[in-house]
């Protein structure tokens, strides 16, 4: 979709392109309202909590929406 392109939202359908438990080495480009750290997977938002921006880290992935998904810190 051209949103992706301009910086805004793009639509996945129903094939986010990450699923539960795969796990991915992101780096935090910048911070949600609620203080989560956001990375981009292919474009797709990941929040991962306790991060801040410049962190590169590895993530497990908890929780996929439409247009989100959730992930955690591997210690």
Known sequence: MYGDR???YRDYG???PVKVGERYRVKI???GKGG???AKIQGFVVFVPNTQ???EVEIVINSVK???AFAS???
Do not use: T
């Open 14 to 16: 129903n094939e986010a």
């Open 66 to 68: 439409r247009k989100f």
């Open 29 to 31: 480009e910048s911070l």
């Open 53 to 55: 921006v410049g962190d």
């Open 6 to 8: 301009f910086g805004g």
């Open 36 to 38: 989560d750290g956001i």
């Open 73 to 75: 810190v591997i210690e």
